[in-house]
């Protein structure tokens, strides 16, 4: 049986495309610089912030990242301020968290958006007490695929790998729940379409939140 859901945020739970690119484009515009679309963004996220300003950088014509610092400063100060703009749950997500929380399943939420604003965005969309545990990206601790703070979430609950199970909505994601041997779940409705996430070696998509809680309930093994 599995004792713990850890989930991705950005795709996952919740649709922040908006945040993103709003906050991406202000920060072109403060250095000048034309902006992205939001197709360009969807594909850039999922490696963390640093990832997303070089390849925007270089989508907007700055292949060396001359800008790349005065970028990074400008965007964690725009994103910090916008990081709930318009953001909303996926449909059934708030459904589903609270059916596992009634279940006892101990839940957490692993992003590779900076931590204090993956904290703030939890808390603002799902409020306080749903989340066992919310990491986003910390000073110290390997960035997903590495699956050393997925493991520690794990470790944290006293559940083993193959009671832990893995939601997320990327390749990213894909690689970190292998990587930490658990059993991993893509959703459809994210930032990657089913044929991207097929592409990736995905054998376990759905279209639902109902089937995520199928799967929860039905336990297993990875």
């Not at 679309?37 to 850039?44: S, V």
């Not at 912030?49 to 725009?78: F, P, W």
């Not at 910390?138 to 199970?165: C, H, N, Y």
Request: charged residues 25%; proline residues 3%.
């Amino acid at each position: 049986m599995y004792k713990a859901c850890i989930f991705d945020l950005d795709g996952t739970l919740t649709d922040t495309l908006d945040s993103l690119v709003y906050s991406v484009n202000e920060t072109m515009k403060e250095l000048g610089l034309p902006g992205i679309t939001t197709e360009q963004c969807r594909q850039f996220v999922g490696n963390g912030a640093k990832v997303l300003i070089e390849k925007t950088l270089r989508a907007c014509g700055d292949e060396n990242l001359e800008h790349y610092e005065q970028a990074m400063s400008a965007y964690l100060r725009i994103f910090d301020e916008n990081c709930t703009y318009h953001v909303i749950p996926y449909g059934g997500v708030t459904g589903l968290l609270e059916d596992l929380k009634a279940g006892g399943m101990r839940l957490a939420v692993l992003s590779n958006k900076p931590d204090r604003q993956a904290v703030h965005v939890v808390r603002e969309i799902f409020g306080e007490g749903v989340f066992d545990r919310v990491y986003g990206q910390r000073e110290g601790v390997p960035r997903k695929p590495d699956p050393a703070a997925v493991l520690q979430i794990a470790s944290e609950f006293g559940a083993a790998p193959e009671e832990t199970l893995y939601i997320g909505d990327s390749e990213v994601d894909l690689a970190t729940g292998r990587a930490a041997g658990m059993k991993t779940v893509l959703v459809s409705w994210g930032f990657r379409d089913r044929e991207d996430l097929r592409s990736a070696g995905a054998d376990l998509i759905v279209d639902s939140a109902d089937e995520i809680l199928e799967i929860a309930e039905g336990g297993g093994c990875a």
